[in-house]
Each structure stands twice: as structure tokens, then as C-alpha cells.
């Protein structure tokens, strides 16, 4: 059972730093790129970063480029955002994903999210 389980999300003031965590489960981690995305309220889901499954690729939205790295572990089975220089409009539900191919085809799995709050 693929599972997906994010952490690390919270209120912090502008030009401040935040790093979430997503813990995964039920499928062959290492070998599966992973995806952050986030939804404002109001807007579509957008993706923010993605990193290969050796970690040696990876990619950003122009919107958080110079600001978010992302990162895996996969010893852990945990991909990593760190986020910094925090703006207003980073304000959103941030979700953690993964594509996985189930034979017949490609599925994309979700993990519940987490709230971040970038507020004076």
C-alpha cells in the first residue's frame, strides 16, 4: 500500500525558511522520481520541484527558483523542501507525489498535505 506522509508545515514570517519532509511507503522509492506541488486557495495545484530517483536531477518552478531546494534520502525513504526567503505567495497546501507505474498504467498517488502559512 503506497503511502505518502508529509510533515514540517507551519506559520513563519516573510524571508523566513521552512522545511518539509514527506515519508514514503509501499513502493521501490529509490527508483521513483518524486514531486512537490502546492495549492493556494482559490488557484490550481501547481508544480513546485521535482528530483530524480537517484537524486541527481532535479527541477523547479521559476516561481521558487534561488529559494527551494529539493532533496531525498532515500536510506530513508524521505524526500525533503527546504524553502527559504519565504514570500507571501508561497501561502499554500503543500503536497508531496509520486507516479508510479501499476502495470496497466501510470496512477499518481498523494499524501494528505501540509499547511504553510507565510504571514507578518
Known amino acids: 500500500q503506497v503511502q505518502l506522509v508529509e510533515s514540517g508545515g507551519g506559520l513563519v514570517q516573510p524571508g523566513g525558511s521552512l522545511r518539509l519532509s514527506c515519508a514514503a511507503s509501499?513502493?521501490?522509492?529509490?527508483?521513483?522520481?518524486m514531486n512537490w506541488h502546492r495549492q493556494a486557495p482559490g488557484k490550481e495545484r501547481e508544480l513546485v520541484a521535482s528530483?530524480?530517483?537517484?537524486?541527481?536531477?532535479?527541477n523547479y518552478a521559476d516561481s521558487v527558483k534561488g529559494r527551494f531546494t529539493i532533496s531525498r534520502d532515500n536510506a530513508k525513504n524521505t524526500v525533503y523542501l527546504q524553502m527559504n526567503s519565504l514570500k507571501s505567495e508561497d501561502t499554500a497546501v503543500y503536497y508531496c507525489?509520486?507516479?508510479?507505474?501499476?502495470?496497466?498504467?501510470?496512477?499518481?498517488?498523494w499524501g494528505q498535505g501540509t499547511q504553510v502559512t507565510v504571514s507578518s
Open positions: 507525489n509520486a507516479n508510479l507505474w501499476t502495470g496497466r498504467r501510470w496512477s499518481g498517488y
Open positions: 528530483i530524480s530517483g537517484a537524486g541527481g536531477s532535479t
Open positions: 509501499g513502493f521501490s522509492f529509490s527508483s521513483t522520481a
